[in-house]
């Protein structure tokens, strides 16, 4: 079913999955995701969304790395990312965790209902992205030098602001922070 915020147009530009899918990819700076995270998020059929990966890859538009997807020439526009606004949680990191390496090792990951999304570079650090199974919330991770920031938005507007969002953001960062490699000195 085609957005009601979309105008007519008459041009033979992108059908609507292929907007779609080359807006979510174009959110941020250097942003990867899986197929299976752009599926969930997108609700796209597996078949539909392969095949538009496929024409999007033909047209030098994206290229599939070992961790997802990715656009091949930076957006004309700044898109603004799926989740924004303020981080239900703003900690610091252990002293001694290497902000580089612990993304590393979260990168893929799933967490109970929380199934990896994708990632993206940041001037400030990168962000790892998490959405729920049922597809209600997204979470953001900023991992940034001694800092750990955490978003969490509902993906459907009749559900922003609620209190289920931001218990899914606590309840990815106990998750993650579970991931945390001991630094030996608080052991």
């Known amino acids: 079913m085609p957005s009601n915020n979309l105008s007519p147009s008459f041009n033979t530009?992108?059908?609507?999955?292929?907007?779609?899918?080359?807006?979510?990819?174009?959110?941020?700076?250097?942003?990867?995701?899986?197929?299976?995270?752009?599926?969930?998020r997108l609700g796209l059929h597996q078949e539909k969304l392969t095949r538009i990966l496929k024409r999007l890859e033909d047209d030098n538009l994206v290229t599939r790395t070992d961790d997802g997807y990715k656009v091949l020439a930076p957006p004309r526009r700044k898109a603004r990312h799926l989740v924004d606004g303020e981080p239900v949680i703003r900690g610091h990191l252990p002293p001694g965790i290497d902000a580089e390496s612990f993304t590393g090792s979260l990168k893929g990951r799933w967490f109970k209902n929380f199934r990896w999304l994708g990632y993206s570079n940041g001037e400030t650090g990168q962000s790892l992205y998490w959405i729920t199974e049922d597809g209600r919330f997204q979470v953001r991770v900023l991992l940034s030098p001694g800092e750990i920031l955490v978003w969490s938005q509902?993906?459907?507007?009749?559900?922003?602001?609620?209190?289920?969002a931001i218990a899914a953001g606590y309840e990815l960062f106990d998750r993650v922070s579970r991931m945390l490699p001991e630094t030996g000195e608080f052991s």
Do not use: C, H, I, W
């Not at 899986?34 to 599926?39: A, E, I, L, V, Y």
């Not at 509902?154 to 289920?164: D, H, L, R």
């Open 154 to 164: 509902a993906t459907e507007e009749k559900e922003a602001g609620s209190p289920v």
């Open 13 to 40: 530009g992108p059908s609507d999955g292929e907007e779609l899918v080359m807006n979510m990819l174009s959110s941020e700076t250097d942003a990867t995701y899986s197929f299976q995270g752009m599926k969930r």
